[in-house]
Nanobody, 115 residues
Framework: QVHLVESGGGLVQAGGSLRLSCASS????????MGWYRQAPGKQRELVAT???????NYSDSVKGRFTISRDKLRTTVYLQMNSLKPEDTAVYYC?????????WGQGTQVTVSS
């Protein structure tokens, strides 16, 4: 199994920055995908960004140029650097781990951007 622990959410003003972290533990495999999704009030959960061993990084159009996804050398922790934040970025952000065996979600962390 894989366990995910998220951190870094909070309240910021528009134009500010936050960095989210997601630390994984347990029996992960080398070929996997980790990433971030978000769910805003009244909206469906949507893709923010993913990073994989074979393909690299993938971003939704709404965050390209503002957000950067990365992970550490052992590929156990994934980060989301969020710059130039907008009120529409306000959402609960969820970390994802996916391999051929399992799919695991984190608890979610609240990001609120004030105008």
């Amino acid at each position: 199994q894989v366990h995910l622990v998220e951190s870094g959410g909070g309240l910021v003003q528009a134009g500010g920055s936050l960095r989210l972290s997601c630390a994984s533990s347990g029996r992960s495999v080398s070929i996997n995908v980790m990433g971030w999704y978000r769910q805003a009030p009244g909206k469906q959960r949507e893709l923010v960004a993913t990073i994989s061993s074979g393909v690299g990084a993938n971003y939704s159009d709404s965050v390209k140029g503002r957000f950067t996804i990365s992970r550490d050398k052992l590929r156990t922790t994934v980060y989301l650097q969020m710059n130039s934040l907008k009120p529409e970025d306000t959402a609960v952000y969820y970390c994802l781990y996916q391999d051929r065996r399992i799919q695991t979600w984190g608890q979610g962390t609240q990001v609120t951007v004030s105008s």
